[in-house]
C-alpha cells in the first residue's frame, strides 16, 4: 500500500492507502469522539459523533470520519463552529434516549450540549449496533439483532440462541456506550418476553 498525506488540524498525516480519516487521525494522536466504532467491527456510521469538516477538490462538506477513506491532500477539521454544531445537537438527541449515561455526558459537556433540550425517550439504547456487530461479526454467534425499524426500531436477543450463549459470554455489555447493565436487562426481557420480526446484523 502507497502512503498518502493528508492534513488534519492542521498537522501534516501520513495515512496508508484505505485507511479512514478516524484511523488515520488515531494512528497520528488525533482525538476525534466516537460511539459506534471499535477496532474490531466494520465502521458502521450509526453515531455520527464523528463528523468532521473536510476540503476535497475545492469543496468543503461534512462527512463521517469513521467511514470516509482518506485521500491525497485532503484537509480535515475534528474541530471547527459548525462540526461543534452538528455534535451538539447529535448528543442532545442521543441524552433523550441516555440522559444518564457517563459517556454522552462528558462529551456533552466538552460541546455544551443541554441534556434536557428534547423530549425524554429513556430507551438507555443509542442504536450504535457495537452489540450487535459484536455478536455477528466477532462471535460468530446472532444472539442479538435490531427488531423493528425508524422509530420503533430496538434492540433485542435472540432468545433461542441467547439462551445457550449469552450468560457464558456477555462479552457485548461492556462494549455499551451507555450502561452495560441495559445488556442485561434486554437479555433477560428476551428470554422472558420473545420479541417478533427480527433483523439480522448482516444486513445493515
Not at 459548525?82 to 457517563?102: C, G, Q, S
Not at 466477532?138 to 436477543?157: H, L, M, Q, T, Y
Not at 434486554?186 to 428470554?191: G, I, P, Q, S
Request: hydrophobic share 40%.
Amino acid at each position: 500500500m502507497s502512503d498518502i498525506l493528508l492534513q488534519i488540524d492542521g498537522r501534516e498525516v501520513k495515512a496508508k492507502e484505505g485507511m479512514t480519516i478516524l484511523e488515520a487521525a488515531l494512528s497520528s494522536g488525533i482525538f476525534i469522539p466516537t460511539l459506534c466504532h471499535h477496532e474490531k467491527l466494520e465502521p458502521y456510521g450509526a453515531c455520527r459523533i464523528c463528523t468532521v469538516e473536510i476540503e476535497s477538490r475545492g469543496r468543503t462538506r461534512f462527512v463521517a470520519a469513521c467511514l470516509y477513506p482518506v485521500e491525497e491532500n485532503l484537509v480535515v477539521r475534528t474541530r471547527s463552529e459548525k462540526v461543534d454544531r452538528i455534535r451538539k445537537m447529535i448528543l442532545e438527541l442521543l441524552l433523550a434516549h441516555a440522559p444518564d449515561a457517563p459517556a454522552l455526558q462528558d462529551l456533552a459537556q466538552e460541546y455544551g450540549a443541554d441534556k434536557d433540550r428534547f423530549e425524554k425517550e429513556s430507551s438507555f439504547c443509542i442504536l450504535c449496533g457495537l452489540c450487535v456487530r459484536y455478536c455477528a461479526e466477532v462471535k460468530k454467534k446472532n444472539a442479538i439483532g435490531f427488531v423493528d425499524r425508524g422509530a420503533r426500531r430496538e434492540i433485542n436477543f435472540i432468545p433461542e440462541i441467547a439462551s445457550k450463549e449469552c450468560w457464558n459470554c456477555k462479552e457485548c455489555f461492556s462494549l455499551c456506550p451507555t450502561e452495560a447493565l441495559q445488556a442485561a436487562y434486554f437479555l433477560t426481557e428476551a428470554l422472558a418476553f420473545p420479541s417478533p420480526s427480527f433483523e439480522p446484523a448482516s444486513e445493515e
